[in-house]
């Protein structure tokens, strides 16, 4: 159970997408759009609590 399915985000164009963080397999993370490797993992957003 490593792999977790987290949001990633550019920095440099602000493209946010998700994608599979494995912590045994610790690829480069690039920007599907603009393939900058600026891309930062952002917290899984948690469901409104009421
Ligand atoms: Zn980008």
Do not use: I, Q, W
Request: glycine share 4%.
């Amino acid at each position: 159970m490593a792999e977790r399915e987290v949001l990633f985000k550019c920095l440099n164009c602000g493209h946010e997408y998700l994608g599979m963080f494995d912590m045994n397999n610790v690829t480069e993370r690039v920007c599907s759009k603009c393939r900058s490797n600026s891309v930062r993992r952002l917290p899984k957003p948690k469901p409104a609590k009421k």
